[in-house]
């Protein structure tokens, strides 16, 4: 982008000089890849921030949703429920479960609690724990979506780049052949 900039500046300093190139189909395509590299660049950046914000998020929802709400309800059922068939469905998952797997996890655990959920409440889990517990995984779900969407962004504008940055050698190329001859033919130009 910079070469380009230069060559941009280079023309306008020029305008008397250059004024047939500045004029051309190749200025006003050095003037569009210019602003399309700049704009892919700020995408880029914009895409990379929300990235790195939505995993740190990810990773805090995920831990309240472990420790704040699994958790709670793990101790409880192990505590007064151990001798139901579906007390491993109520256990806290690895901490190294993918997102997807923990919010699975999460549902599954939900979907059991519920059946025993006066059990629960009555063995001090708050009334809500359910609803409170549906809410952190949506959350978690939510936040990694996100989290994918901003990388998904993020790669569409390096893509965007590398397209861009191909158009830019062209028009270089093209502008130089154009250039040339009149730089040649002109003493007094000054260098750049």
Do not use: W
């Amino acid at each position: 982008m910079e070469s380009l900039r230069r060559i941009q500046a280079l023309l306008d300093a020029n305008e008397t000089l250059f004024a047939t190139i500045n004029h051309s189909g190749a200025r006003r395509n050095l003037d569009q890849v210019v602003t399309r590299l700049s704009d892919h660049a700020v995408e880029q950046e914009v895409g990379n921030r929300a990235s790195i914000a939505g995993t740190a998020l990810t990773r805090t929802l995920v831990l309240a949703l472990r420790l704040g709400h699994m958790r709670p309800i793990a101790a409880v059922a192990k505590a007064t429920l151990r001798d139901i068939p579906e007390f491993d469905a109520l256990a806290v998952p690895s901490a190294h479960e993918s997102i997807t797997r923990l919010v699975a996890v999460a549902r599954g655990m939900r979907e059991t609690a519920e059946k025993y959920e006066a059990a629960l409440i009555d063995s001090g889990l708050r009334c809500d724990f359910l609803a409170r517990l549906d809410a952190a995984a949506d959350a978690v779900e939510r936040a990694s979506d996100e989290s994918s969407a901003s990388r998904r962004h993020r790669s569409a504008a390096t893509i965007g780049l590398d397209v861009e940055e191909q158009r830019g050698r062209l028009v270089a190329t093209i502008l130089d052949s154009l250039v040339l001859p009149i730089i040649g033919s002109d003493p007094d130009l000054p260098a750049h």
